[in-house]
């Protein structure tokens, strides 16, 4: 019953025309980028290599596809989140809101079921945008402006990474991203089990991560302890693969705890939504 | 005789509003069951009790002989219900609606099924239609389809007439007797048409201030007083005269110059109108007047 119903979500998120309006918005942005980047990229980037171009020398394809298609990763991972929550944060409030929750809760699956079925189904739909901006970031970009050694500007200054070292980075870098949008994924989801309205439980998971956000991003002593727990913190650590050596500990703990983030949304959406009287 | 749904001293809270307080009831395997009662009587909170959508506070519920708390999965398998108004997928085609409830239904329910389904409603040919531009009579009919795809035993059906205008409603009145004499279906319907309940369901139960108060047979329960019967005949002043002389128990009103009303016992009906042909009278018609909409209002007062 799961599997089917995993596949009903599915088919039920592919009828929405909201789904596709992500779709669309990512490969508009992403194509204005590359678009861009094809114009002025050049002067772009010869203002952020200025300060190193009298110790160093760049020559070869700089402008290549593996740089934009850094940018657009590092771009575009800010509103993808947004795009996630706007199909997934319906997952359950749109059925209460439409009414069809009714129809839904009193077939022959459990409660557990029907939760975990649309967790799932938002998963996928999830994997589907990381892997269309994937597609378009790395193999778009790579088509239109070829490839090349990878020049990353970190904290810790330039980062030169070989054009055969690159695709793992970015195989790797695009997980981690996936598991942070999925931890999004989980939280409207987990959200929407609270709501009886479609919008809610969006602009609610927009309003944490943004709360979330800020706290990550200010520097005050009384917050320091709490940042390492904020899953937001760790949204942005697929970066951490474009640095030379990989800091593997860094990463590791951000994946627990963006899994350990799923796994309580997701057990706060069983509990609610099992005990949950449907009224409307 | 077998029972379909056995409630037992239903009780369910929401916050310090006690919407059923001890509501008890037996649905017989093959009985078309009203469930009456007035807005707020707590009617639908038992029916969605009764399809797990709601959890009791105390009480018990046992469908097709079964607990519902410890074999849901394997009760509702057999069960098709329609809650107030059939809600779908607005952005899906009403066969994609279709399908999507069947994949969850418990049976193996394929395209054949669908078609032959949105045949039965008379909607075979707008199952590539969305249901976005169906009307509210429409979403009716295909609730209904969906009640009856995975071919449940029992059909809860909670005020389906609800907003319907007239010719809906004897659509929907239509496909609720054609399940019951044609597919010998269970069915608990719950309607303010009293007048619907008087004319398809056997067995009924009254519920008022979330406690059960009456159950039993339509016919018996209606039976138990006295019945209005209105005789649509010429010369009803004339009719009203000798009728009353012929049968003194009676109350005889003459409501116009066609029309008679008779407050008698049931038993006494056939025997006015072959007094009436006798008389030479032309009876045109003889109605029972909203009987069962009398009873309930008696029954809700006291």
């Known amino acids: ?280 | 005789m077998e029972s379909t749904i056995e409630v037992r001293n239903l009780a369910k809270r929401f916050g310090n509003f006690e919407a059923v307080k001890d509501v008890s009831f037996t649905v017989r395997k093959g009985d078309v069951f009203g469930f009456l009662g007035p807005n707020g009587a707590g009617k639908s909170t038992t029916i969605r009790c009764l399809l797990s959508l709601i959890r009791p506070n105390a009480g018990s519920i046992r469908l097709f002989g079964k607990d519902l708390q410890k074999e849901r999965s394997a009760i509702l398998s057999n069960v098709g219900s329609i809650i107030e108004k059939p809600d779908f997928y607005k952005y899906m085609s009403a066969r994609k609606n279709l399908e999507v409830f069947a994949r969850i239904s418990g049976a193996d329910v394929d395209a054949s099924d669908i078609q032959k389904m949105l045949e039965f409603v008379g909607l075979g040919d707008r199952g590539a239609h969305k249901v976005s531009g169906f009307s509210h009579g429409m979403k009716q009919r295909l609730g209904i389809a969906q009640t009856l795809l995975h071919d449940p035993d029992l059909i809860v059906l909670d005020e389906p007439t609800t907003g319907l205008d007239p010719q809906g409603i004897v659509e929907v009145r239509n496909l609720i007797l054609r399940l019951k004499n044609e597919q010998h279906k269970t069915i608990l319907l719950s309607s303010h048409q009293l007048s619907e309940i008087e004319l398809i369901a056997n067995r009924m139960v009254i519920i008022n201030k979330g406690t059960s108060i009456i159950e039993g047979e339509v016919a018996e329960l209606l039976n138990s007083g006295e019945l209005i019967v209105v005789f649509t005949l010429d010369d009803a002043r004339r009719a009203a005269d000798l009728v009353q002389e012929a049968f003194p128990q009676t109350k005889v009103k003459a409501l116009s110059d066609g029309e008679l009303e008779i407050i008698t016992s049931g038993i006494e009906v056939p025997r006015i109108n072959a007094y009436l042909t006798q008389q030479a009278f032309l009876v045109h018609a003889i109605e029972p007047k909203r009987k069962l909409e009398d009873y309930f209002m008696k029954i809700i007062a006291q």
């Not at chain 1, 290549?64 to 993808?80: C, E, R, W």
């Not at chain 1, 593997?248 to 963006?258: A, G, H, Y």
Request: one cysteine or more; charged letters at 10%; glycine letters at 6%.
């Open chain 1, 1 to 280: 019953m799961l599997r089917k119903n995993t596949y009903n979500e599915f088919v039920k998120i592919l009828s929405k025309p909201r789904s596709y309006l992500g779709i669309g918005a990512l490969t508009l942005l992403i194509l204005i980028i590359v678009l861009a980047m094809k114009a002025d990229g050049k002067s772009i980037l010869s203002f952020v290599t200025a300060s190193f171009e009298q110790t160093l020398s760049f020559s070869g394809n700089v402008l290549n596809g593996n740089l934009v298609a850094f940018i657009v990763l590092q771009m575009l991972i800010v509103h993808v989140p947004l795009l996630v929550a706007l199909v997934t944060g319906d997952l359950i409030s749109g059925e209460a809101a439409m009414g069809t929750i009714r129809m839904l809760a009193s077939k022959p699956i459990s409660r557990t079921q029907i939760v975990l079925s649309k967790f799932l189904a938002g998963a996928t739909y999830t994997l589907i945008l990381i892997l269309w901006m994937g597609f378009l970031a790395v193999i778009f970009s790579g088509w239109v402006f070829g490839k090349g050694d990878l020049i990353v500007l970190n904290s810790d200054g330039l980062v030169i990474l070989k054009e055969a070292d690159v695709a793992w980075r970015f195989g790797a870098g695009f997980l981690v991203a996936f598991l942070a949008l999925l931890t999004v994924s989980s939280l409207s989801i987990c959200l929407s089990a609270f709501a009886e309205n479609s919008i809610g439980p969006i602009v609610a998971t927009m309003a944490i991560i943004i709360l979330f956000t800020i706290i990550g991003s200010l520097d005050v002593t009384v917050f320091d302890s709490i940042k390492p727990y904020l899953f937001t913190t760790h949204m942005a650590s697929w970066r951490s693969f474009f640095e030379n050596p990989v800091r593997m500990d860094s990463i590791w703990q951000s994946v627990i705890v963006l899994i350990i983030h799923n796994v309580i949304f997701v057990g706060v959406a069983l509990w609610k939504f099992n005990r949950k009287d449907i009224t409307s």
